[in-house]
């Protein structure tokens, strides 16, 4: 997250310029994984954003009958060895060539143990909209475990406070409907 923020912000869901250090986070080349650098807090804004847009995406459905029994659900691979970080390094330089090597050694997974929370999300008996799969923990692969059920987190600070803050609903609404040109719900 962002100190001194909660949440999601908005000028992270903006088209930016690449260019070095052009003050934006994300923009900014260097500062590699353990240096936490700007990429890494819009990656960071990226993931909470997918979940809760999905969470926002079932309430609406939830008061539509014609779509009522779509499921809409979240997955997160965990660290899996795929070709994201070879593309982030060669894009923005944000990670460090020993720096993946060294965390893949010490806490990576296949990609095809990065796909499982995926699978149960959509193939899972039991699987309710609303849920989050993820691996049980940062070091621990294999079967996923939900974090949250039918929208509601298990552990109450993973939601940092977005989930239900109306304000960022319609934010996440209006950032929305200008990436699609439109009204999306």
Aim: with cysteine; proline share 5%; glycine share 12%.
């Amino acid at each position: 997250m962002i100190p001194g923020k909660k949440g999601l912000v908005r000028e992270f869901f903006q088209k930016t310029a690449q260019v070095p250090f052009s003050g934006l986070a994300g923009d900014q080349k260097g500062g590699g994984m353990f240096g936490l650098g700007p990429a890494w807090t819009r990656y960071g804004q990226t993931k909470l954003a997918n979940s809760m847009t999905t969470e926002m995406y079932r309430e609406k459905a939830s008061q539509k009958a014609e779509i009522a029994n779509v499921k809409f659900v979240t997955a997160s691979p965990g660290l899996a060895a795929s070709e994201l970080q070879a593309t982030t390094n060669s894009t923005f330089q944000s990670m460090k060539a020993w720096e993946a090597n060294l965390v893949f050694f010490l806490a990576g997974q296949g990609v095809r143990d990065g796909s499982l929370p995926i699978t149960q999300a959509c193939f899972g008996p039991g699987v309710k909209s609303g849920d989050f799969y993820e691996p049980r923990t940062f070091t621990s692969y294999g079967l996923p475990v939900a974090i949250a059920t039918g929208g509601v987190f298990k552990n109450p600070k993973a939601d940092h406070g977005t989930i239900s803050d109306d304000t960022t609903k319609q934010m996440m609404w209006d950032v929305l409907a200008q990436a699609c040109g439109g009204e999306v719900f």
